[in-house]
């Protein structure tokens, strides 16, 4: 099912909702590369699997 409350245009992801900018999981994980994070490239969403 859908989430509207969680945006996301990674396509690749098997949990992505393909036809609309939105994650189908209830729940994600966000991580982040580097501490302390200073700029949004320093977080990642840890749920992605990519799409077979
Ligand atoms: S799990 Fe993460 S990367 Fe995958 S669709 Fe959801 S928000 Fe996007």
């Known amino acids: 099912m859908v989430n509207s409350n969680i945006g996301c245009n990674v396509n690749e992801c098997k949990y992505h909702a393909e036809n ?3 994650c189908t999981l209830n729940h994600i994980e966000v ?21 077979c």
């Open 20 to 22: 609309q900018p939105l």
């Open 31 to 51: 991580v982040k590369h580097k501490t302390p994070a200073t700029c949004a490239e320093c977080t990642d969403c840890a749920s992605f699997e990519q799409r």
